[in-house]
């Protein structure tokens, strides 16, 4: 990528800036019917250079909406159905001996890709979800002791569901931390499921989806989001969030250091979704819930999946900090 591919915080609101964008969201849209907040929430982890956890009942549209966005980006992507019997080099990658070069070579999983939607994520085991956690927080697989670096633009959306259901298991801690945002598609409304019927775009558009952005383009706009202005009051409003979180009586378990970088990136990009190139404590709030509930640990939860509890939580923090507003 060129220097002159960067935008600066001055054309962050021009029309070649928000043009990408916008390609992003018809298309996003011509397919999935339904939480137009999902799209946005889809979009500011794309910019933020995070990954999405979307949790919901089967049938609600998870997998549309991860496909349509990794379809619609000009890098490469792949799709991995997690079963109880996958294996972390199913994910990763394994070496192999060549008998044609009599030697070993590596052979990459489907990490080694820009876009991975790993759907149903809670239905392998623990061990088979480690294998996404170097690459999610370093941008790095390390195989046979060998570290190798993942290509750019890189993220991870993963499906899946509620914790209720047959066959699920608890994803840990640290995995939901490298998460930026967790979020609930819900059912659509009566209009948008007559759509569906009608029109059925996973059988239709969805199949036939062509990238709208190049890989350099969603690259440009992540850097475009470092350039986003953030106030120091806004800074010590992210601060001070993530430590009434860690000191509530409720919380075993408060916001970590990765989740304020995380509220604070998420808050930069949703500015540059909205064609700003500052922040503004609007873009804070908007985030809280969705990047810090799933963050937490709670005392009183009824189980690991309780994230009714963790929500109530984050919104009585919301509401106890002062805003710089």
Do not use: W
């Amino acid at each position: 990528m060129t220097q002159s591919q960067v935008p600066n915080s001055e054309s962050l609101a021009a029309p070649a800036q928000a043009g990408p964008l916008e390609r992003l969201r018809a298309q996003l849209s011509s397919v999935y019917y339904g939480n137009t907040t999902a799209v946005e929430r889809l979009l500011t982890c794309l910019l933020a250079r995070g990954h999405l956890l979307i949790e919901d009942v089967p049938g609600v549209g998870k997998t549309v909406l991860a496909t349509a966005l990794a379809k619609s980006i000009g890098g490469t992507f792949a799709r991995v159905q997690c079963t109880p019997d996958l294996l972390p080099s199913d994910i990763t990658g394994v070496t192999v001996f060549d008998r044609d070069r009599n030697d070993f070579r590596f052979q990459p999983g489907p990490v080694f890709n820009n876009i991975i939607v790993a759907d149903e994520i809670n239905r392998t085991t623990p061990r088979t979800q480690a294998a996404l956690l170097e690459a999610m927080a370093e941008d790095t697989v390390t195989v046979d002791g060998t570290t190798r670096q993942l290509p750019q633009p890189f993220m991870v959306i993963a499906t899946q569901n509620p914790y209720e259901f047959e066959g699920t298991y608890f994803l840990p801690e640290n995995q939901l931390d490298r998460f930026l945002v967790r979020i609930s598609l819900g059912y659509p409304a009566p209009t948008d499921e007559a759509r569906i019927i009608q029109q059925q775009p996973a059988r239709n558009e969805l199949r036939s989806l062509q990238p709208v952005v190049t890989d350099d383009e969603v690259c440009a706009m992540q850097q475009a989001v470092d350039a986003v202005h953030m106030d120091e009051s806004l800074v010590n409003y992210v601060i001070a969030l993530a430590t009434a979180s860690r000191e509530h009586d409720d919380v075993q378990v408060g916001v970590s250091p990765r989740g304020a970088l995380a509220l604070a990136q998420a808050g930069r990009a949703t500015a540059l979704l909205d064609g700003r190139d500052y922040c503004t404590p609007d873009d804070i709030v908007a985030n809280v819930l969705p990047v810090c509930a799933h963050r937490i640990i709670s005392r009183t939860a009824m189980h690991e999946g309780d994230t009714g509890t963790a929500r109530r939580i984050m919104q009585q923090v919301l509401e106890t900090v002062a805003s710089p507003a």
